[in-house]
């Protein structure tokens, strides 16, 4: 290999492990730093006694009253006052076509105390069904606590209250948050908010979110956070992902807020992987030490003053965030297009260097998708990274290295600047959050240019890129991973025009590549820490009793062997929408729940009647029934305008015998479904539960029993 294209080379692995490396957060601190400093190993220990075991604590369950019951000990420890916000409470956005309510208890805990708009430290108190929840939202629960003492250990002179607000109900529908926005008192008195979430059991502390009008936010943060780690392209991302957090009612109650979290081995994600153990100590020292250098700044701050436009920005290796008003980015991105446009005026790139750039990111998108169709095809699994992920990152590297050494030869150096200028403006246009990564480096290109220097934004755009490269698979998670290659052929793009063409050194990066894939194709897909996302299911419906497996894309061999499982995935209890492997379970053995039906005029009462093993109600309403309202036990609830059905989950154990009131537009006849849902397998399903093994793992909801019964309405 040139030297030239040697240094290019170890410059862009450089920038990727250096990104990588930040990406794993702070040496935590110990026991002994002095107070008013957060400690992880602190907050590790707190995090140990409220966690107190490894079951999980879904909303309504005997182990979340243990849970508030532990730290409300911690709070009383320090002698602050505990206020609880406790009520049946509903929430619901436009896209989920679904109403989640439940029976909640927040626990609002008044820090320092006062008058005036309040700071909100918010995390939540329950965990999924499938997992303890150590990491999601444990961490955060710790974080917050720890954060208390240092700041009771060091007082602040506030001018505004801090308030601690621990939700409940995140898990079944953001129902704790949507309490404390509901009611008019605390919704009166939260000035902004911090969040503190996780989606992983490790990596650095992500500020991924902010409320609108978000310049002065970031600004703060910037000035004080002893590590950055943000994006004005997180918050675009997050737009497009079907994810929510406690600080959505707060935004849509017009409320400030930032939104932290760790994101990194999202496999232990949801799953009974999300333990203390799992947890890595550095991502609590990253999380604690943003959010209590911003409660401090905030503490100082007039909240009225962080009131102003929006923010483009992204962090350059944790140390440094350049930033701009939002409204800056189309006009600057037209002017360095306009000067690099002039360098090309005076040096016209050839037609075939015009059509490089395109040609070379088209071929980026299609050798990621095909290297890992490859890969998946010889492994059997869709995700073939999923458990060791580095032999195909060392595919997908080499394989977009191999491409740039065939397109240096057509390379020209204004041809790959007029695209990357080009990008910059659509950017600006149609997504600002993005422009950075583009408007950045094309700033130093309109410098440089002109004087013949192209390696100075060269190295500029390969910074930001290879460093984006880096970061997206714990953002994006781990099921696009050849989306992989885009930023990384971005990083290249305008490095193309100095590298030395070489077919020899591209034939042999090529070899590396296919090898490197066939490698990955090899591994296994899953291991005891990243075991196979797989529920099990005992459904009764419609007179049958069935098993019911997620329909992944391969049953393992030992759960087709514990029960007659259909050869390929099929609808489940009749529900087309809903598929997996299904195999019969014998008679049905449990009594379905049942409802009181009275109808007057276009009002339908439903009085709800589960077992008193029941840990959620869930009703599933046609669309052709043409309801204008639904009240549950007297209140109004959301409907949203989809033309799907409507799903309602009482996601408590007390919505067993709840009365729902559904009001038609006009009266017609139709036919709903109430399920019974109880977590766990019943007797027979420790054979299948033994079947799956270390290799495979419940999440989210996890296994349950679900027993559904047919209403008509006439």
Known sequence: MSARNGIWALAAVGIWLLAAYVQSGPRPRGPGIAPEQFSAARAQTVLNRIQDTARPHPVGSVENAAMHARVRRE?????????????????????????????????????????????ILMAHLDSVPAGPGAGDDGSGVATVLEIIRALKASPVKSRHPIIALFTDGEEAGLLGAAAFVDDAHWRGRAGIVINVEARGSKGQSLLFQTSPGDRALVDLYARHAPRLATSSLYGEIYKFLPNDTDLTPFLGAGIAGYNFAFLGDVAHYHTALDTVANLDPRSLQGSGDAVLSLTRALAAQDLDALKSGNAIYLDVMGVWLPRLDAGWALPLSLLAFAMIALVGWRRPPTSAGLLMPPVFLIGAVALGFGLKALAAWISGSADPSYAQPLMLRLALGLGVWTLALLAARRATLTASWLWFGGFAVAAAWFLPGLSPYFLFPALVAAVTLPFGIGWAPALAAMLVWIQLTAQAEPLMGLGVTPLFTVPAAMGLLTVLPLLRASHRQAVICGALSLMAMIAAGFVPA??????????????????????????????????????????????????????????????????????????????????????????????????????????LDGKSIPLGGSARPLLVNCASPGCRDAILTLTQKRITPFTLQVTELRYGLPPGGEVLRKARGALGTPSQLGDAIELTAKLRID
């Not at 320090?78 to 049946?88: A, D, E, N, S």
């Not at 208890?105 to 820090?111: G, P, R, T, Y």
């Open 75 to 119: 709070l009383e420890a320090q002698q602050i006052p505990v206020t609880v916000l406790q009520k049946r409470q509903c929430f619901s956005e436009p896209r989920w076509s679904a109403v989640t309510c439940a029976d909640i208890a927040d626990l609002i805990a008044e820090v320092v105390s006062g008058s005036g708009k309040a700071i």
């Open 526 to 631: 899953f291991d005891s820490q990243h075991p196979q996302r797989l529920n099990l299911r005992y459904v009764e419906a419609d007179g049958r009793a069935i098993w019911a497996a997620d329909p992944v894309r391969r049953l393992p061999d030992a759960i087709r062997a514990a029960a007659s499982f259909s050869r390929s995935p099929e609808s489940v209890a009749g529900n087309a929408d809903r598929k997996g492997y299904v195999a019969d379970a014998g008679p049905p053995r449990f009594p379905l729940p049942t409802a009181e039906i009275s109808r007057s005029g276009t009002d339908i009462v439903l009085k709800l009647h589960g077992s008193e093993a029941a840990d959620a109600m869930t009703l599933t309403v046609p669309a052709d029934a043409g309801l204008s309202r639904i009240a």
